[in-house]
Nanobody
Framework: QVQLVESGGGLVQAGDSLRLSCTAS????????MTWFRQAPGKEREFVAV????????NYGDSVKGRFTISRDNAKNMVYLQMNSLKPEDTAVYYC?????????????????WGQGTLVTVSS
């Protein structure tokens, strides 16, 4: 099983960009679909983006389409989330999650491997 550590969060202004990173331990990283979720105060954990094991399948949540880009580097055991045109409503703790198997899932309840999260705050 992999262990995940997110980094790259911070305080930015609306319209700015930020890149989050998720570092995975273990030698089987390429066997996991990798997903970013976020959770704002008082709200449920929300799907942001997913990338399949080989990177051939990518999907985004409706609220981030066209602004966020997910990518991965299996040689480095890394997954990234490039966030552009940030809005105050993007403020949340961002988590990366991993899941093995053939199917790709979009609900947080289907994941049992999580990082500790990194806080992104977007000021208006």
């Amino acid at each position: 099983q992999v262990q995940l550590v997110e980094s790259g969060g911070g305080l930015v202004q609306a319209g700015d960009s930020l890149r989050l990173s998720c570092t995975a331990s273990g030698r089987t990283f390429s066997s996991y679909h990798m997903t970013w979720f976020r959770q704002a105060p008082g709200k449920e954990r929300e799907f942001v983006a997913v990338i399949s094991r080989g990177g051939g399948t990518i999907n985004y949540g409706d609220s981030v389409k066209g602004r966020f880009t997910i990518s991965r580097d299996n040689a480095k055991n890394m997954v990234y989330l490039q966030m552009n045109s940030l809005k105050p409503e993007d403020t949340a703790v961002y988590y990366c999650a991993a899941r093995s198997g053939a199917a790709i899932y979009y609900s947080a309840s289907n994941y049992d491997t999580w990082g500790q999260g990194t806080l992104v705050t977007v000021s208006s």
